[in-house]
């Protein structure tokens, strides 16, 4: 199993521009998630999905959309980027009590 | 909505035991997660307690008294791969059992 796997692991945006973050996982999870960690600080929950077709807003939505047509697959777009959303992006997946985050991707946008 | 605290910070040296202390205000709480998560890499499971007591997994023990509103992670006989940054994460009811994760902790194990 190659658990959950994100693209890219690296990117730079020009102010304005749009981009998707790639997040998939094998193992098969209902539940999937997306974070951002800005640097020194702990995870906030950009979106959230409980199964295919189902997804929801977490703490820090804005600037975000998100799909879910797949189980495997949950991929987080950013339409418009600006210099705020800079940070490291977590994908992961749960069955129950524990979270299997994927490698991350890094952002600047400048 | 949910708020925990931990100390940013812990030194300490190889073979030592350290205590990462995390209270937590929630509405609805469900259960205590802790995370390890290595410089630049991803966050990586250690525990999870839903039940007052101590769990322990080798090393690391995980203690929560829910009364207290208060868990702790114990690193035992600490190794120079330990040093990382330690998460603790609450599951609330009231936040449709998503996890809320606090700032972290850094420990850092020197020789």
């Known amino acids: 199993n190659a658990g959950v796997t994100q693209t890219p692991k690296f990117r730079i945006l020009k102010i304005g521009q749009s981009m998707t973050l790639q997040c998939t996982q094998d193992m098969n999870h209902n539940y999937m998630y997306w974070y951002r960690q800005d640097p020194g600080m702990g995870l906030k929950l950009i979106y959230y999905s409980v199964g295919a077709g189902i997804t929801d807003k977490g703490e820090v939505p804005n600037g975000y959309n998100v799909s879910r047509s797949t189980t495997e697959d949950f991929p987080l777009r950013l339409e418009l980027a600006a210099p705020s959303q800079t940070s490291v992006y977590f994908c992961?997946?749960?069955?129950?009590?524990?979270?299997?985050f994927g490698p991350g991707t890094r952002l600047t946008v400048l | 909505g949910q708020s925990l605290e931990q100390p940013s910070e812990v030194t300490a040296v190889e073979g030592a035991i350290v205590q990462i202390n995390c209270t937590y205000q929630t509405s609805g709480f469900y259960g205590l997660s802790w995370y390890q998560q290595h410089d630049g890499g991803a966050p990586t499971f250690l525990s999870y307690n839903a039940l007052d007591g101590l769990e322990e997994t080798g090393r690391f023990s995980s203690f929560l008294s829910r009364s207290d509103s208060y868990g702790y992670l114990l690193l035992q006989e600490l190794q120079m791969k330990d040093s990382a940054s330690y998460f603790c994460?609450?599951?609330?009811?009231?936040?449709?059992?998503?996890?809320?994760f606090g700032a972290g902790t850094t420990v850092t194990v020197r020789a």
């Open positions: 992961a997946s749960s069955t129950s009590d524990e979270q299997f």
């Open positions: 994460a609450v599951r609330d009811r009231s936040n449709d059992y998503k996890l809320s």
